[in-house]
């Protein structure tokens, strides 16, 4: 399969300069279109790849929570850095299982959408402001305690605070997942701003607590602290597994 109509298709995504996931898609590309132009979207370097590419370019970005929305404002930031007109843009999820469709998802011309004539992006989307709270929770998404289950603990934790009618609102509490915040092995990890509590949530039951006892009610968790004696870091109170 050749990249005709497209001078170039280049594609950008989190974590695309690194890891075995890029190298996979890399040799996919490869065998595809004979070469291959991935660039990590964490980096600012991709808005001069887009920049310097020839045209017409199909710009394929493999963020994993793209929406609409997200793919509108890529756009439109594309079509402020230069000439938009013989750039497109189409929105896909790096999993394997997309892979497959690789090529039927370049030769669907429909989906590419071109960076000019974009509707204009509304100014006060939920994203372009700083949800209200009183605290702050980050939980480490980092490559161990991912492992570890945190992303079902994230999924927990979101659905018990919006039960009780705490996430994201006045006196709620702002949830982020963030990238390794360390001790690796005492995670998943998780820490609570501003009071910089700093708390070990193993399991599903640890996560309820945290958000019922801890949130919600106000109520000291010394057990599951891992930033204090006698909590969660200690091996003889909260073994680790």
């Known amino acids: 399969m050749s990249q005709a109509p497209y001078a170039r298709v280049l594609f950008i995504g989190p974590g695309l300069g690194r890891g075995a996931s890029a190298e996979r898609l890399q040799q996919r590309v490869e065998a595809l279109l004979g070469e291959a132009h991935l660039h990590d979207s964490e980096q600012d370097g991709f808005w001069q790849a887009i920049a310097a590419a020839p045209r017409p370019l199909l710009v394929v970005d493999l963020e994993p929570r793209a929406d609409a929305a997200h793919r509108d404002w890529l756009r ?15 929105c896909a999820a790096l999993e394997d299982a997309w892979l497959d469709g690789l090529s039927a998802l370049l030769a669907h011309r429909g989906a590419h959408l071109p960076c000019s004539d974009v509707p204009p992006v509304p100014a006060h ?12 929770l980050l939980l480490c998404n980092g490559p161990r305690c991912t492992r570890k289950g945190a992303l079902g603990l994230w999924k927990t934790l979101r659905q018990r605070l919006k039960a009780a009618g705490k996430l994201e609102c006045d006196g709620g509490v702002h949830i982020t997942r963030s990238q390794c915040q ?34 919600v009610a106000g109520r000291a968790l010394p057990e599951l602290r891992i930033d204090e004696p006698g909590g969660a870091g200690e091996t003889g109170t909260n073994p680790r597994p």
């Open 76 to 90: 439109e930031r594309i079509a402020e850095r230069g000439d938009g007109a013989g750039v497109f843009v189409v």
């Open 125 to 136: 989307h939920a994203w372009s402001q700083i949800p209200p709270h009183a605290q702050r």
């Open 182 to 215: 360390f001790p690796c092995d005492l995670g998943p990890t998780a820490s609570l701003y501003p009071q910089g509590e700093w708390y070990g949530i193993r399991d599903e039951a640890a996560v309820i607590r945290l958000v019922d006892e801890r949130l």
